[in-house]
């Protein structure tokens, strides 16, 4: 059984820092790239950042580069991911994927595990 288990999550305030993780099971995690994306209320679930199998290559989504980095420690099955200079508008649900391929998947269609999210909330 695969599961994806998200942390990290919380009620910071504008300019702060939090760190997700990821933790994975029922995979072999080197396998998969790894994603995190986020819905806000009314939103559309929406890209953030993804990494390759090895953790060579990240690739962001424009509301985030700059701010967040993403990393994976495939020993730990765990990927991260750290957010800095938080703003109001990255209040949202955050959610790990991992998906069964080679590339960078920006698309939610390119994962097929998904967990059940944490909330992060960002007051100003």
């Known amino acids: 059984q695969v599961q994806l288990v998200e942390s990290g999550g919380g009620l910071v305030q504008a300019g702060d820092s939090l760190r997700l993780s990821c933790a994975a099971s029922?995979?072999?995690?080197?396998?998969?790239?790894m994603g995190w994306f986020r819905q806000a209320p009314g939103k559309e679930r929406e890209f953030v950042a993804a990494?390759?199998?090895?953790?060579?290559?990240?690739l962001f989504g424009d509301l985030v580069k700059g701010r967040f980095t993403i990393a994976r420690d495939n020993a730990k099955k765990t990927v991260y991911l750290q957010m800095n200079n938080l703003k109001p508008e990255d209040t949202a649900v955050y959610y790990c994927?991992?998906?069964?391929?080679?590339?960078?998947?920006?698309?939610?269609?390119?994962?097929?595990?998904w967990g059940q999210g944490t909330q992060v909330t960002v007051s100003s």
């Open positions: 994927a991992a998906g069964a391929t080679m590339m960078l998947p920006s698309s939610k269609s390119g994962y097929n595990y």
């Open positions: 029922g995979i072999t995690f080197s396998n998969y790239a």
């Open positions: 990494i390759r199998r090895s953790g060579g290559s990240t």
